[in-house]
């Protein structure tokens, strides 16, 4: 017996796979999200030799490692005042000065203020053996926390290996009411006239050495709970968008070359739009760590790497899990995100998006053990821009570009990716080794001390009281100032 929703919910997850299969097998490449995407995962470019240069990086690395110690329990103002060491030329004021109005009524609609969220930072980034302290902002504790804990082992073990493909967005037109079979000869056949006269509309990205790098039809057939529709064709259109992170300039070109379109198949232009799930843009990042390495709460370092594959593996198995394994993921990359000006929305869309593109929502990260060591990948199609938009208005993101070293668009995704699967990987160890709450609610529980009044300088003393009485709640906090009265 299967309830209506488990019905629901199979047909969720197995239509994609049958829609496929009732596509003639000719045609299949047309119809699959993959059409025209490189096989060979950005992983499979990573050797083994990448990550054996770690005498030289820890000798590097250890300096700045140094400075950072301690980093978490000190003063606000020795934080700031290494930042300033470290980087002279950041405007630190920015850092309070938040959004004046006259630039949120510029950058919105109906703009009365602005929501500030926490700023912090990860330090001890490492990836490709150049160094990262990366802004974070984010309003959840701990997601820093771990982040930084897992970029310092990484760090000490050779860093993150991570690679980019080039900065392809994809712009689709949709074509209604036309003859599938006619339409897709007619577009392939002209593909080279159409490409020329969609650069007519991102001239601009030419002279900087982009534009339009291919336009193909895909045969979209409908749905099975929706048999009484025809099959149409989608055009795609494949952009070099150099640094921006490329939407205008895609959906400009889809509008523009949509007419032309619709004349050549004698059609009809319906949607013209970008697609965010941009599988010609993707990052990847990895770590490779020996059983050495992960030694933890007093558990061995096997151990936690078969537990963390337990962890991986239910992931894989079951989309309740995934949702919140990836959420995990996501922690990460949208805290930078947002700290970068990046559209974290666009990123969501497209993470989530991939994630599911086997017929099944699962895991972004991949886990595996190889000869005494847990690797870590993470590969996501994922859009930045390191030019235009927001980032040439907003004061602090201008301040977390400076912090990077003024990154490109591809370095900003593999920094994103790196952060991902470093908070993805401290989420699942801890929830195999000991429990989520421990870690979490420690950290939580200043939250918790602001909220019941407790001074500032007896926060510290009030966690200890409620990490000894295994309570973080609002009470256990007012217990703690009767006590202290």
Not at 303 to 313: C, F
Not at 342 to 363: F, K, L, T
């Amino acid at each position: 017996h299967v309830s209506p929703s488990g019905l629901m919910m199979r047909s969720l997850f197995t239509r994609g796979r049958a829609a496929v299969r009732a596509v003639p097998a000719a045609q299949r490449r047309l119809f699959s999200p993959n059409a025209n995407v490189e096989e060979k995962s950005l992983m499979s470019m990573l050797s083994s030799e990448d990550f054996n240069e770690r005498s030289e990086m820890k000798q590097d690395m250890a300096g700045v490692r140094k400075k950072f110690s301690g980093f978490f329990r000190r003063p606000i103002d020795e934080r700031k005042q290494l930042l300033e060491e470290l980087f002279p030329e950041l405007d630190l004021e920015a850092l309070e000065a938040g959004l004046p109005m006259e630039v949120a009524d510029m950058m919105i609609e109906n703009a009365v203020g602005g929501v500030t969220l926490p700023l912090g930072v990860a330090p001890n980034f490492v990836l490709n053996g150049s160094h990262y302290i990366v802004p974070m902002a984010v309003e959840e504790p701990s997601v820093i926390a771990a982040a930084s804990s897992i970029a310092k082992l990484v760090s000490e073990n050779g860093g993150f290996k991570s690679k980019s493909t080039g900065n392809i967005m994809t712009s689709q037109v949709q074509l209604l009411e036309v003859d599938a079979e006619s339409a897709m000869k007619a577009i392939s056949e002209q593909r080279t006239e159409l490409i020329a006269a969609a650069n007519q509309f991102c001239q601009s990205s030419v002279k900087r050495g982009g534009g339009v790098r291919d336009i193909y039809p895909r045969l979209i057939l409908p749905r099975v709970d929706a048999s009484s529709r025809e099959p149409y064709v989608v055009v795609h259109i494949e952009t070099d968008v150099c640094e921006a992170m490329g939407a205008n300039i895609v959906n400009t070109i889809a509008e523009g070359i949509a007419p032309r379109l619709a004349s050549l198949v004698d059609g009809r232009p319906a949607l013209r739009i970008l697609s965010n799930l941009c599988l010609k843009r993707r990052s990847a990042a990895a770590f490779k760590l020996p059983f050495a390495a992960l030694n933890w709460k007093g558990v061995d370092g096997e151990m936690v790497a078969s537990r963390v594959m337990e962890a991986y593996w239910f992931a894989e198995d079951d989309p309740y899990r995934a949702a919140t394994h990836n959420k995990g993921v996501m922690n990460g990359i949208d805290s930078a995100a947002i700290a970068m000006g990046q559209d974290w929305r666009a990123i969501e869309a497209s993470c989530h998006a991939a994630a599911a593109m086997g017929g099944a929502y699962g895991s972004m990260t991949k886990y595996s053990i190889e000869d005494g060591h847990l690797l870590g990948k993470l590969e996501m199609p994922m859009a930045c821009g390191s030019k235009g938009g927001a980032l040439t208005t907003h004061p602090l993101y201008k301040l977390t570009h400076k912090l990077l070293g003024h990154p490109d668009a591809q370095t900003i995704c593999q920094i994103l990716v790196a952060v991902g699967l470093a908070q993805n990987f401290a989420a699942i160890r801890a929830l195999a080794i000991e429990g989520i709450q421990k870690g979490h609610m420690n950290l939580h529980a200043r939250n918790i001390c602001l909220n019941a009044g407790v001074p500032n300088e007896l926060i510290d003393e009030c966690r200890e009281f409620m990490t000894l009485k295994k309570k973080w709640d609002t009470a256990t906090a007012e217990e703690f100032l009767k006590m202290r009265a």
